[in-house]
Nanobody, 115 residues
Framework: QVQLVESGGGLVQPGGSLRLSCAAS????????MGWYRQAPGKQRESVAV???????NYADSVKGRFTSSSNNAKNTVYLQMNSLKPEDTAVYYC?????????WGQGTQVTVSS
């Protein structure tokens, strides 16, 4: 079992920045993949950023050049740096890890981009 706790969401104006954090209960160095997803009202959950243990990274086209995912193995924490935020980035953001073939999800953190 892996528990994930997200933090860092909030209300930000268009063009602003936020950094989301996801603290894992286990060693993220052992995770097959780590990622961030989001779900806006009335829409399906979508992938935002994915990182694998072997160094592969992928970003949704809508966030390329604006969002950056990273991790700190010593702190067992995954981050999502979000810059140049747009109103369409408004959603609940979820942290996800894959460990021994199973998916684990955080509780989600709300990001609202509005003036």
């Amino acid at each position: 079992q892996v528990q994930l706790v997200e933090s860092g969401g909030g209300l930000v104006q268009p063009g602003g920045s936020l950094r989301l954090s996801c603290a894992a209960s286990g060693s993220i160095a052992r995770m097959t993949a780590m990622g961030w997803y989001r779900q806006a009202p009335g829409k399906q959950r979508e992938s935002v950023a994915v990182m694998t243990r072997v160094g592969y990274r992928n970003y949704a086209d809508s966030v390329k050049g604006r969002f950056t995912s990273s991790s700190n193995n010593a702190k067992n924490t995954v981050y999502l740096q979000m810059n140049s935020l747009k109103p369409e980035d408004t959603a609940v953001y979820y942290c996800n890890v894959v460990y021994e073939g199973d998916d684990y999800w955080g509780q989600g953190t709300q990001v609202t981009v509005s003036s």
